[in-house]
């Protein structure tokens, strides 16, 4: 079984670039979140989508953005990258279960894209 | 969401067992006490989750005093490979989403 996988692993931009990252989530999940963490620094949350929608945002512009397919899987798209976007990127998914508190609602987590901005 | 307090840095040898400490001294009643880990350039790992009662897993044991505002993560033999940042999060009831805060570095040493 699949955990959830991110794609690159890798990337390097310059600064004004576009980029988007790849995430598939851990099969039978169907909700994905996106965090940036800085080196040194904890996860922040960037948003979350389920059912094709982003339901949640975090304290981000709206460089970022996102979209998730009818497969779960998802995309992060940031814009006009700054040399403060570097950082790695990490999805994580969960299962939203009908009747169940949303804090019960464990996510796991990928590996991360490491993004260099140059 | 509750805010979280945890060590900066541990010491733990291995074999022996590991308590990580998190005060979440303004924790709702609703509330998730999480933990998670990060061995480093890894993505965060799930290790355990409970709301009142102490819970225990093949992972680790979370103690959570009756008040709710302090809890201990437990690793009771640590090895090398539990070298890793340990975060501590309250997660609110109705949102589905972390706040990871800065976490406690665990250094087990042989």
């Known amino acids: 079984d699949a955990g959830v996988t991110q794609s690159p692993t890798h990337l390097i931009k310059t600064r004004g670039q576009q980029v988007t990252l790849r995430c598939s989530p851990k099969?039978?999940?169907?909700?994905v979140s996106w965090y940036q963490q800085a080196l040194g620094q904890g996860p922040q949350f960037i948003f979350q989508?389920?059912?094709?929608?982003?339901?949640q945002r975090g304290n981000f512009p709206d460089r970022f953005s996102g979209h998730q397919f009818p497969n779960y899987s998802s995309e992060l798209n940031v814009n006009a990258l700054l040399l403060g976007d570097s950082a790695l990127y990490l999805c994580?998914?969960?299962?939203?279960?009908?009747?169940?508190?949303?804090?019960?609602?464990?996510?796991?987590f990928g590996a991360g894209t490491r993004l260099s901005v140059l | 969401d509750a805010k979280t307090t945890q060590p900066t840095s541990m010491d733990c040898a291995e074999g022996r067992a590991a308590n990580l400490p998190c005060n979440h001294s303004?924790?709702?009643?609703?509330?998730?006490v999480y933990w998670y880990r990060q061995i480093h350039s890894q993505g965060p790992q799930y290790i355990i989750h409970?709301?009142?009662n102490n819970e225990t897993n093949e992972m680790a044991s979370l103690i959570i005093t009756e008040d709710r505002k302090s809890s201990t993560l437990i690793l009771p033999h640590a090895t090398l490979r539990d070298t890793a940042v340990y975060y501590c999060?309250?997660?609110?009831?109705?949102?589905?989403?972390?706040?990871f805060g800065s976490g406690t570095k665990l250094n087990v040493k042989p």
């Open positions: 409970g709301l009142k």
């Open positions: 303004t924790i709702s009643g609703n509330e998730y």
């Open positions: 994580a998914s969960s299962l939203v279960v009908a009747g169940e508190a949303l804090a019960k609602n464990i996510q796991y």
């Open positions: 999060i309250v997660k609110a009831h109705n949102f589905n989403k972390f706040y």
């Open positions: 989508y389920y059912e094709e929608e982003e339901r």
């Open positions: 099969s039978g999940h169907d909700t």
